[in-house]
C-alpha cells in the first residue's frame, strides 16, 4: 500500500476554532484496527499546524515520520513548562509508553506520521486544554468495524 499517495485512504479533517489560541490542523485516516487492541493509522499536519494538546493513554505506541518535518514538545502537566522539545525528519522513528503530554506541529511543508499504537482497556488518547483537562477521548471502539 502506498501511503503517501493513495486516494482510497479516508481521512477524518480536525481543525480548531476560537477556543484554541495555536493553529490546529490535521487529518487521521485509519489503515487497520482490531479487537485485539491494535490500530495502525496516519497522521498528516498541513503546514505550520497543530494537533490538539494531548495525552497518549494507549499502552504503548510506536510513530514514523514518512514525510516533512514533525516538531515535538513534550510538556509537563502540573507545570506546563515545555520539558524537551526535537524536530522529527523523514524515517525518525520513536517509541513511548502511555502517558506523555505532548504538543505535535508539522513543519513549513506539514508532515505525514505513520503510527501504531496497542491498548490494553481501548482507551487511545485524551485531547486537553491548557490546564490539562480532559476536553475529549478517543477509544479503539470509535474505529472498530
Not at 514538545?73 to 525518525?92: A, L, P, Q, Y
Not at 506520521?113 to 486537553?128: C, M
Amino acid at each position: 500500500m502506498d501511503l503517501i499517495n493513495n486516494d482510497k485512504l479516508q481521512w477524518k479533517r480536525f481543525v480548531g476554532d476560537d477556543k484554541f489560541d495555536y493553529p490546529i490542523d490535521y487529518s487521521t485516516a485509519v489503515l487497520d484496527v482490531n479487537e485485539n487492541g491494535h490500530i495502525n493509522l496516519l497522521t498528516k499536519w498541513e503546514p505550520n499546524s497543530y494537533c490538539h494538546f494531548h495525552r497518549h493513554t494507549a499502552t504503548s505506541s510506536t510513530s514514523t515520520v514518512l514525510q516533512g518535518e514533525l516538531y515535538v514538545e513534550d510538556i509537563d502537566i502540573e507545570s506546563g513548562i515545555v520539558m524537551s522539545s526535537k524536530t522529527r525528519n523523514v524515517g525518525d522513528y520513536s517509541s513511548k509508553e502511555g502517558g506523555d503530554v505532548h504538543m505535535e506541529k508539522g513543519g513549513p511543508e506539514g508532515a505525514i506520521v505513520l503510527f501504531s499504537l496497542y491498548t490494553k482497556d481501548g482507551s487511545l488518547a485524551e485531547s486537553l486544554d491548557k490546564q490539562g483537562n480532559v476536553i475529549s477521548e478517543s477509544h479503539i471502539n470509535q474505529f472498530l468495524k
